[in-house]
């Protein structure tokens, strides 16, 4: 990722990725119906060329929704993975710690 955030800022995001995606999903229209005398598909009433171009449409925000959480949870584990607490009992990076406690 190019840009920087915080931690705290990255999770948060990535939180409100996971309701976008499911509200997108649940919005989103894959499939309907046409009789072979209609021009317009049943559920919408619109034409099947605009109705494949929402679909495609729709495809499209989701997944890139999806690469924006995968890249941001990808950024949160390699910040984890470098990030180094000295305790009492050594120096650990945040991915063991929080590793051994789950």
Known sequence: M????LVTQ????RD???KKIAD???KASFVDTIKPNEEK???K????????????SAYQQIMDLIDRFQKIDAAIVDSNAKTEI?????TFTV?????SVI
């Open 45 to 56: 009433r619109i034409g099947k060329e605009e109705y494949a171009k929402e679909a495609e």
């Open 10 to 13: 990255a999770l948060d995001e």
């Open 24 to 26: 997108k999903i649940e």
């Open 86 to 90: 000295s305790t009492s009992y050594g």
């Open 95 to 99: 991915v063991s710690v929080f590793g």
């Open 16 to 18: 409100l990725l996971v």
């Open 41 to 43: 598909v049943y559920a």
């Open 2 to 5: 190019s840009e920087k955030m």
